[in-house]
């Protein structure tokens, strides 16, 4: 099982009628199985989060718009860290989060934004902790 965010850049291929954009394959590193894909969507100035999840590895790949991930590790109260990974198809990535690390977004587009999550579980709301923004200190305002 993986233990620490992994970002994995991904192939995007051109044609002249559009893009191939990958997102996971069974031997990737940072899959854990499959159970269940979904997407979501973030309206411009939005951010959602904080969320944690108990059991479920998150893939995160964003094929539309740009997001920014803050990742807030306090499983080891000694070494606590928070990291920042921004998402977009200029930056195409998948963003693999193991459980119990809080994440939250925000839509960094000026139009809405779409992440697609590939995960190992199927999505059981009693199997994640969610907090309000404010709990975890992190500017939102800064951005690279």
Known sequence: MLKKPLLTKLDIINSAKGRVLHAM???DLGYEGFEEAYFSTIYPKCIKGWKRHKSMTLNL???????RFVLYDDRDIENIN???YILSCDKYFRLTIPP????????LHNKESILLNVSNLIHNPRE????ELEKINFDWSFVK
């Open 25 to 27: 394959k069974k031997s």
């Open 61 to 67: 790949i964003v094929p539309l718009g740009k997001i």
């Open 82 to 84: 928070t990291n920042s």
């Open 100 to 107: 119990m690390i809080w994440v939250a977004f925000q839509s």
């Open 128 to 131: 994640a902790d969610n907090i």
